[in-house]
């Protein structure tokens, strides 16, 4: 009888480090899938915003050309009524020039609040970010000086819009405290770092796919 009790209580061990084996790997895993759904969403995100502040670059340059036409023709205007009809004309590709600009700023305001609470919630989730890149769009401003500015990626864009992050997770968190004591015993490698991350490659000239980083 005192001999099967050993071996009792040698199987009862295991089948209890086998099971907490089984819940530290469903922890890992739940973690790591949060990291990527969330790294995944904000780039899909800024891959949305930058696709449509890119195309609307097309409307941005017919309103500065209109502008420098309409400008044109005020000055050569003769006083009187053409002159004033173009002011008139000057001044309303100068109001939609405005109206374009605010749809513009919309945007990048909107991604950034999106931006900031992806940010919050990685850092309340425990994840830190590898190298400070804050996750903004990348993109830089063209035509500066116009009412209604062009936007293009800035240089080295796939490489600047990586994101990676990691998380350090104490596995003995999630072991049966009876188990603690002897995996301690055994030098168990309890401290888990994990990593995860994403950028946008280049597919062709007018689309960008998401990839994941796993890095180390």
Request: charged residues 25%; positive net charge; hydrophobic residues 40%.
């Amino acid at each position: 009888m005192m001999f099967f009790l050993p071996i009792t209580t040698l199987f009862i061990t295991g089948l209890m480090a086998a099971l907490a084996f089984i819940g530290v790997r469903k922890t890992l895993t739940k973690e790591l899938n949060l990291c990527i759904t969330k790294v995944t969403y904000i780039q899909r995100e800024h891959r949305a915003t930058t696709n449509k502040l890119l195309s609307m670059n097309k409307t941005a340059k017919i309103l500065r050309v209109s502008r420098k036409t309409a400008k044109a023709a005020y000055l050569l205007a003769i006083p009187g009524p053409p002159k004033a009809t173009a002011y008139t004309a000057l001044n309303a590709v100068k109001y939609s020039q405005k109206v374009f600009r605010l749809r513009q700023n919309y945007l990048i305001q909107k991604s950034h609040l999106k931006t900031v609470k992806f940010y919050k919630s990685m850092l309340l989730n425990g994840f830190m970010q590898k190298s400070y890149n804050f996750p903004n769009l990348k993109i830089r401003k063209t035509h500066k000086e116009s009412d209604s500015p062009g936007y293009e990626l800035i240089d080295d864009y796939t490489k600047k819009k990586s994101l990676v992050f990691f998380k350090y997770i104490n596995l003995l968190e999630y072991v049966p405290k009876s188990l603690v004591r002897f995996l301690k015993q055994k030098n168990f490698s309890h401290i888990q770092k994990l990593n995860c991350g994403s950028t946008l490659l280049e597919k062709d000239k007018k689309a960008w796919n998401i990839k994941l980083i796993m890095g180390k």
